[in-house]
């Protein structure tokens, strides 16, 4: 096994890591929620949505890490690099957006808001 197949290797583990995560913190939080949404609603469903949502930010970690490993390791190209920037960017901002619907702040506000 070369260095390539590796690299590879460890960037589809990456994204199976990320697809798992979201998928078991889904499931988790959907049988969290149909165990406690008849007691009182909105709890249940604030408590919901934030299961998922951070469900969602720990995948798009590990889907981040996953394409700087293949694109940086694999194949370093001004086009690869470029498109890689632009996934970057697109799921940095998912994760500032659920981050701020989650707790209602930015994540650089939170100690201010915290004290």
Do not use: C
């Not at 700087?68 to 697109?90: D, E, H, K, Y």
């Amino acid at each position: 096994m070369d260095f390539t197949e590796i690299i590879e290797t460890a960037g589809k583990a990456l994204d199976g890591a990320g697809v798992a995560a979201i998928a078991i913190g889904a499931l988790v939080a959907t049988v969290q929620f149909a165990r406690s949404w008849r007691d009182d609603f909105e709890p249940a469903y604030e408590t919901y949505r934030r299961g998922l949502g951070r469900a969602i930010l720990l995948g798009l970690e590990f889907l981040v890490a996953a394409d700087i490993i293949r694109t940086v390791a694999v194949a370093p190209s001004f086009t690869s690099v470029g498109v890689l920037a632009l996934i970057v960017l697109v799921r940095t901002f998912l994760s500032y957006s659920m981050q701020l619907e989650l707790t209602g702040h930015w994540p650089w506000n939170q100690a201010k808001t915290s004290t």
